[in-house]
């Protein structure tokens, strides 16, 4: 029991301080007081800061803080609305919030009061395929399991799109997923190929997992802080069977070559 009692602690450490490295960035722009009325387009003020840079896969939070409606509505004031993001009208102290996964500069305006003007920045992430967010395949599972249409992969996509896109924390933690996950998964992907004994074994390797998260397929997320619990416990239990039950069985192989 003591090399798992060793082993637990550090895996958990070792876990817990990884998360907050792997979290997206939010970046928070403001609608101040006031921009109802022409005039804040003189000092670039109408969206403060004006201009905001980001990483790929970060996300914007606009706040209202005027009294009027507003909206974010990429495009610009002559050519309108290029139908990327739109908050649509929003009220005093109403936010709306935006992940950028393509790299690229983003003007919006508010339709309201075109005068209303601001950009984002987003800057490339330097994964071999960061970028690509949200309707990626999953390669490794594609790769593992034959075709994009396997039970298994229909879950897994099942779970990404109808729970966790659905809440906040929830797409925070696919985008930085989707982010560490492209910048390995091609070459694993194409290992198995290559090599069906790998292909395999990956196959024994994942399948706990898959079957991990299929509990969430029979939960219901009411608030946030139930995506956060159910992550957690997880990563817990996935923790638990990856790190816990080898080290279980190395441990009673070692006991048993003692006696
Ligand atoms: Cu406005």
Not at 2 to 14: C, Q, S
Not at 30 to 37: H, L, Y
Not at 192 to 208: G, I, M, S
Not at 215 to 235: A, M, Q, T
């Amino acid at each position: 029991m003591k090399i798992f009692l060793t082993i637990f602690p550090i895996a958990m450490v070792l876990m817990i301080s990884l998360i907050p490295t792997a979290f997206a960035e939010t970046v928070h722009v403001s609608i101040p007081e006031g921009t109802n009325v022409e005039g804040c387009e003189t000092n670039n003020e109408c969206y403060l800061p004006y201009q905001v840079t980001i990483d790929a896969g970060d996300t914007v939070v606009w706040t209202n803080e005027d009294l009027a409606f507003h909206t974010v509505t990429s495009g610009n004031r002559l050519d309108g609305s290029d139908g990327l993001f739109d908050s649509g009208m929003f009220k005093i102290d109403e936010q709306f919030s935006y992940t950028f996964t393509n790299s690229g500069n983003f003007d919006y305006f508010c339709t309201l009061h075109p005068w209303m003007e601001g950009i984002v920045t987003v800057q490339e992430v330097s994964a071999e395929d960061g970028s690509n967010g949200e309707g990626g395949g999953c390669l490794i599972a594609t790769a593992t399991y034959g075709s994009e249409l396997a039970p298994q992969i229909q879950q897994l996509r099942e779970i990404r799109d109808e729970k966790l896109l659905q809440t906040e924390s929830g797409s925070v933690f696919i985008q930085e997923f989707n982010k560490f996950y492209y910048s390995f998964s091609p070459t694993i992907a194409d290992f198995e190929r290559e090599n069906p004994a790998f292909k395999e074994l990956v196959k024994v390797t994942l399948t706990p997992m898959i079957s991990s998260l299929s509990i969430l397929n029979h939960v219901d997320f009411d608030s946030e802080s139930d995506v956060i619990g159910y992550g957690i416990s997880l990563i817990l239990l996935n923790v638990g069977m990856y790190l816990g039950l080898p080290a279980i069985v190395i441990f009673g192989i070692k006991k048993k070559f003692e006696n």
